[in-house]
């Protein structure tokens, strides 16, 4: 009895065969298999050296590998009248596994582990309540540490994106995003000017030189702007300038000789504020307020007027000499690929300096959109308008017969400039979150009070890093 019971047990291990009832399963062999279809007799598949059986019925769960059938035309010629051919099984080819490099394994996909933080809720508004501000949040990333959604429960514009901020060239673009934020920035402006226009008209420096004995002819116009920002709230960013100006004039006289003045020092400090008025799924409007306060040098100390010189004209001052308000309002957007925004921005003086005049008043109009192409970079475009307005009053120092830059009236004017831009966002390294962008343009339309110097082309190049 046992002998026979060990004969069937190693009959089933060789022929890979296993009971379902057992819950076992095993590889299935080439081999042969019948079909029954007589009256009262269940169809059931058989195997060489294996009895048919009622566990091989077609409502049997099949727990075997797919077979393909095999039907050799000899079969079917060979099989009886009103009986079914032989047919052959064999197992349908399996997946080959695949092995990567054994010198150049693949990385491993680790990842931070994901920890759920209590934290503190940022400020907002401008007087900050004590309580309420506790909330859990899933930290994987420092970069998770800053908040997404306002207190409001609003989606803030994301500034960790090479399109997180307007392109280089404007300024008071957006408010930070948490208190006690910051950003630091550089960045280098350059404008140039050759040639004269008189309203569109384009003047020659001998048309110039029929009304004044020097003739400006062109200027470059070199700004290192310093500028950083605190993040007192969600709500309220405070902004600080610091520009030093360099500024070269090219002149020509009647005789035909030429006459350059040059002339470097520390412009005007201005000091903004920038507070949210509304704000929805990443967009938002803020108000921008700004004052400029006269530190810089009405008088270059290297260069003093001198009667007779064209030293010192309004185009090279670096000072106004008093205090400015700077009002205006900026509008902001983002999607998962685009942003956009406008703003404007005044600029207006408070009264007259020591040498009884005021700069001309300014209104600076920006629309630009942007596309992110990747995680590292986007491009923009923008549109600028100026509308400038003569000085006021006159400084009696300067001798307005003698050089048209000398002429209060002549300073007005209204130019649309055209822009493009680059931006290379640097989210990893030593110091995360920096960004390189760069932007020029030129004129597509200018008309001016004159003779007046024309524009020809801008450029900003500059450096920014929120921390």
């Known amino acids: 009895m046992l002998r026979r019971f060990i004969l069937m047990a190693s009959a089933l291990c060789l022929w890979g065969w296993s009971d379902p009832a057992f819950g076992q399963t095993g590889p ?61 099984y064999e197992p349908l080819a399996s997946p080959v596994a695949t092995w990567g490099s054994f010198n150049q394994p693949p990385p491993p996909d680790i990842q931070p582990p994901t920890v759920e933080y209590t934290q503190v809720h940022p400020a907002h508004g401008i007087i900050q ?40 060239g404007v300024i008071g673009d957006h408010t930070l995003n948490a208190g006690g934020q910051m950003l630091v920035s550089y960045r280098y402006e350059r404008l ?70 040059d002339t ?12 949210v008025l509304k704000r929805w799924n990443r967009q938002q409007i803020h108000l921008n307020f700004g004052v400029s306060i006269p530190v810089g040098s009405l008088d270059a100390l290297d260069t ?23 009002p205006g309002i900026t509008y902001r957007g983002q999607s998962d690929w685009y942003s956009w925004g406008a703003q404007a921005i005044g600029t207006t003086w408070l009264g007259r300096n020591r040498y009884d005049y005021a700069p001309g008043d300014q209104v600076n109009l920006n629309l630009w959109g942007a596309r992110r192409w990747c995680d590292y970079f986007s491009s923009s475009v923008r549109l600028q308008g100026l ?68 524009q020809n082309y801008l450029l900003t190049v500059g450096w920014q890093m929120i921390f």
């Open 28 to 88: 299935r062999r080439l081999g042969t298999a019948a079909s029954v279809g007589q009256a009262g007799s269940p169809k059931s598949r058989t195997r060489p050296g294996i009895a048919q059986s009622s566990w091989f019925a077609d409502d049997e769960p099949d727990l075997m590998p797919p077979l393909k059938r095999v039907s050799p035309p000899q079969a079917a010629a060979a099989a009886p009248a009103g009986g079914t051919a032989e047919t052959e």
């Open 264 to 275: 470097t020092d520390l412009g005007d400090v201005q000091l903004t504020a920038l507070y």
């Open 129 to 168: 309540e004590e309580d309420g501000h506790e909330y859990q949040k899933f930290i994987t990333t420092p970069q998770d540490i800053f908040p997404t959604t306002s207190r409001d429960g609003y989606e803030f514009i994301n500034l960790y994106r090479p399109d997180g901020l307007a392109p280089i």
């Open 387 to 454: 509308i400038m307005s003569n000085v006021q009053g006159a400084d009696p120092r300067l001798d307005q017969t003698l050089v048209q830059t000398n002429r209060p009236d002549l300073q007005a004017g209204q130019r649309l400039n055209v822009l493009f831009g680059a931006n290379f966002y640097l989210p990893d390294g030593r110091f995360p979150g920096q960004r390189i962008s760069i932007e020029g343009g030129i004129p597509a339309y200018q008309s001016l009070s004159g003779p007046q110097l024309r």
């Open 304 to 326: 003093p007027i001198v009667p007779g010189s064209p030293d010192g004209s309004y185009p090279t001052r670096m000072s106004s000499g008093d205090w400015g308000l700077l």
């Open 192 to 261: 140039g000017y050759d040639g004269n226009l008189d309203g569109t008209n384009a003047l020659s420096t001998s048309d110039v030189l029929k009304q004044f004995p020097i003739a400006a002819t062109g200027m470059l116009s070199e700004t290192h702007r310093f500028l950083a920002e605190y993040a007192t709230s969600e709500d309220l960013t405070f902004m600080v300038q610091l520009p030093l100006v360099h500024d070269m004039l090219h002149h020509t006289t009647a005789s035909g000789g030429q006459i350059t003045t």
